[in-house]
Each structure stands twice: as C-alpha cells, then as structure tokens.
Nanobody, 124 residues
C-alpha cells in the first residue's frame, strides 16, 4: 500500500522547535515533489513549503519565512519540515503530500496523495 507517514508533531512552548518528518511507505520518495500544508480547526488549508525533486523550495506563507525550512534526505527517502521560533498561530495539523509541481508562491498545488497528518500545538 502506498502511503505517506508524518511524524514529529507535539506540544511545544512558544519559541520552541520541532522537526516534522514525511516518510514514504511502498514507494521511493526521491523523485516526488513534496508539499507541506497545515490546517487549523475551522480554517482552510494553508500551504507552507514545498520541495521539488531537485531541491528547489517554494514558500507559500510569509509568516513562516525565516522560521520554517524544508529539506529532503533521499538516502532515507524522507522530507523534513523544520519548525523554529514557533508561535501559537502555528498550531494546526500538518500534512505532507505529493503534488505534480510546487508552482508559484501564490499557487495552490493539487494534492495527489497525503498522509494522515501530525498535530502541532504551540502553547504555554
């Protein structure tokens, strides 16, 4: 069965850090474009970061610039989302997904396959 599996979420205090992982099960992630998005209760999906197979990254939301980074380790078939200087407004379920392309920073990529999500809660 082809799956994406996120991990690394949790409860963290404001200013803290988390590293989310997105691993593939049943297929190799190396050649896929991976898109991280988040969804808070009662809010629409918000794109966060995307990474192409060649390592090019796209940021979709200004509020995470300088705080969140995306990277991939093809040897481990894993994509990471590093979350630093977390704020309460970053609280959401974070999902990784495969998309055809990252597109521009104002685009909304079509999600082809996504994981089950991992909860990130930022609270004191």
């Amino acid at each position: 069965q082809l799956q994406l599996v996120e991990s690394g979420g949790g409860l963290v205090q404001p200013g803290g850090s988390l590293r989310l992982s997105c691993a593939a099960s049943g297929f190799v992630l190396d050649y896929y474009v991976i898109y991280w998005f988040r969804q808070a209760p009662g809010k629409e999906r918000e794109g966060v970061l995307c990474i192409s197979s060649d390592g090019t990254t796209t940021n979709y939301v200004d509020s995470v610039k300088g705080r969140f980074t995306i990277s991939r380790d093809n040897a481990k078939s894993t994509v990471y989302l590093q979350l630093n200087s977390l704020k309460p407004e970053d609280t959401a379920v974070y999902y990784c997904a495969t998309v055809a392309a990252c597109g521009s920073s104002s685009s909304r990529p079509l999600v082809l396959r996504r994981g089950q999500g991992t909860q990130v809660t930022v609270s004191s």
